[in-house]
């Protein structure tokens, strides 16, 4: 699967790929069959979902006890399946149903070890809060197949331009983001990943973190523009994109300080997770094909990363026992591949020049520029800067034994909450524990020496932001246009913000190992300021699912009638 969505990726490169089911086509502008639109950036994610696939099925054959019984293999291949499905479809309701399929499949992987009560806890929450945000999903795809008579995104579109955005419109827009942005695990719909993230099988993590998560935005990004940017992007786009970006920067930044309080190496990946989430939805949010293309790269990058940590969390796991940096202190000096990789991942995620992570975000610093949002690199890269230093904390007191053994500041993961807890040491084969950290971190970190990645990348957004284009090609089956020529060059402030993380979270990692060094006066200020909105933050994740509706139901409300009353 992944080399085959390699050749789409050039296949699709001088025109958009679209295949009807059953043959079929639409007959004068009309579709009443099912496609696959696939472009570039499409395949792109498909291929990215292949690669992790793969990562996560060889080290799945060394990381389990016992022998793994023949159903974790299917609901892996179900899942592979459905995601890729949903990556490239363009009917509405196939993507909702590819959506379901996909949450199906993650229900059980993220339960795979139902015999702890942390993982059914986990499990639930997953469920019920996905399960509502598919309800409200469902429900604007209603709203919208009654007023258009169409499920494909491009017909949609077509009919939609025709008229103006009443409150209909608009309700379903927000119902369908609500409902992608909780699978994504947005800002306030992210209570349950840390929880489910936290107890599911390292390999599974693999998946969940590098690109389960990201595709919910993937989806955001090819509603809007093929289905609602022509009714919305006529008057309407500043209220879209005050609402996106908004909802994108809290969750970079709360994620990434729920992150630096982690001592769980998993749990803390999983808020690493939500914080990234923010920072595609803003570049997404931006509404601007250079944002469209930097968070495409930016997903793929620093998917492979992520999954590169999570295989090396799975490593350590087999080899240690533990996953918690206070308890796992110095256990993994015999591990020094394992930490590099940790290491190199973490100046990753802290967007270190010239890797992949780096290229990517230049693209959407040059994209908030070019709208007059001068303010916003910065947060994106503090958020970055956090992120990066938790992981660089763990890794040092792991694997160089740095830093006490004791921290109050840290959440510890609950005793039995990671299910790696206690595991045998690591058999037989090594190599396929933690080659696949090491095959993903290389691919990760080289995206960025892949020659004109940017430029391609922005020319194929370009194409694809282009509505009355798309719906001529997909319904009329008219030839594609011809790319447009893009000169991407980083400039010197992309190269500052990417060093000023870099070395921002190298300093906030020694912060978090050695802060007892740093006069008491600078740090009862800081706890003052800091410490009880911290404390808050902490409760507020108690795993307590009716409290996670709730949030849903209260988030859901503000952003529908916040597009509703910035849009009248």
Request: hydrophobic residues 55%; contains cysteine.
């Amino acid at each position: 699967m992944t080399v085959l969505c390699v050749v789409l990726i050039f296949h699709s490169a001088h025109g958009t790929i679209t295949y009807w089911f059953g043959g079929w086509h639409p007959r004068n502008g009309i579709a009443i069959g099912i496609s696959f639109s696939v472009e570039p950036l499409g395949a792109g994610i498909a291929a990215l979902i292949g690669a992790l696939m793969t990562a996560a099925l060889v080290q799945s054959i060394d990381y389990f006890e016992e022998e793994v019984p023949p159903h974790f293999f299917v609901l892996m291949l179900v899942f592979l399946a459905s995601m890729i499905g949903f990556a490239l479809s363009s009917d509405l309701f196939n993507m909702f149903v590819f959506f379901e399929l996909m949450s199906t499949a993650a229900f059980g992987l993220t339960g795979y070890r139902i015999e702890h009560r942390s993982v059914l806890q986990g499990a639930i929450n997953f469920a019920v809060v996905n399960g509502i945000g598919a309800f409200l999903l469902l429900a604007g795809i209603a709203l919208l197949y009654g007023r258009t008579g169409a499920l494909n995104l491009a017909q949609i579109g077509q009919v939609l331009s025709r008229h103006g955005a009443d409150g209909l419109v608009i309700v379903a827009f927000g119902l369908i983001v609500v409902g992608l942005l909780t699978k994504a695990g947005a800002v306030p719909f992210h209570f349950w990943l840390s929880d489910a993230y936290a107890v599911a099988p390292a390999p599974v993590c693999v998946l969940f973190a590098g690109v389960m998560s990201d595709l919910g935005l993937h989806a955001v990004g090819r509603v809007y523009w093929v289905a609602f940017s022509g009714v919305l992007g006529n008057g309407h786009a500043d209220a879209v994109r005050g609402v996106l970006i908004g909802v994108g920067l809290l969750t970079a930044l709360v994620g990434a300080l729920m992150a630096f309080v982690q001592a769980g190496l998993k749990r803390m990946l999983a808020f690493i997770v939500i914080s990234h989430v923010g920072i595609f939805l803003t570049a997404i949010g931006l509404l601007t094909a250079r944002g469209l293309a930097g968070a495409t790269v930016y997903v793929v990058a620093d998917g492979l990363v992520k999954g590169a940590l999570f295989c090396a969390v799975g490593h350590l796991a087999r080899r240690v026992g533990h996953t918690d940096e206070l308890i796992a202190h110095g256990r993994g000096r015999s591990l020094p591949l394992t930490g590099t990789v940790v290491a190199l991942g973490a100046l990753g995620l802290a967007i270190l020049p010239p890797f992949g992570t780096f290229v990517a975000y230049s693209l959407v610093e040059r994209g908030a520029g070019g709208l007059g949002y001068h303010w916003l690199p910065p947060l994106l890269a503090i958020a970055t800067a956090v992120t990066g230093a938790s992981v660089l904390r763990a890794a040092a007191r792991i694997f160089l034994g740095l830093g006490p053994a004791e921290d109050d500041l840290l959440v510890a993961a609950p005793r039995g909450e990671e299910a790696d807890e206690g595991m045998r040491a690591a058999p037989r084969r090594g190599f396929l524990l933690w080659g696949p950290a090491v095959a993903l971190l290389v691919a990760g970190l080289g995206l960025g020496f892949a020659p004109g990645i940017a430029a391609h990348a922005v020319q194929h957004a370009e194409r694809f932001v282009d509505r009355p284009a798309v719906a001529r090609e997909t319904l009329h089956g008219a030839p594609p246009a011809p790319l447009p020529h893009v000169h991407e060059q980083i400039g010197a402030a992309g190269y500052a913000y990417g060093a000023g993380s870099a070395i921002l979270a190298v300093a906030l990692a020694w912060i978090g190992l050695y802060r007892r060094r740093i006069p008491e006066a600078f740090r009862r200020a800081a706890g003052a300021t800091a410490g009880p909105a911290v404390q808050r933050l902490k409760l507020l994740h108690d795993g307590v699912v009716g409290e996670y509706v709730t949030w849903l139901t209260a988030g859901a409300a503000a952003i529908t009638g916040l597009l509703a009353l910035l849009t009248r």
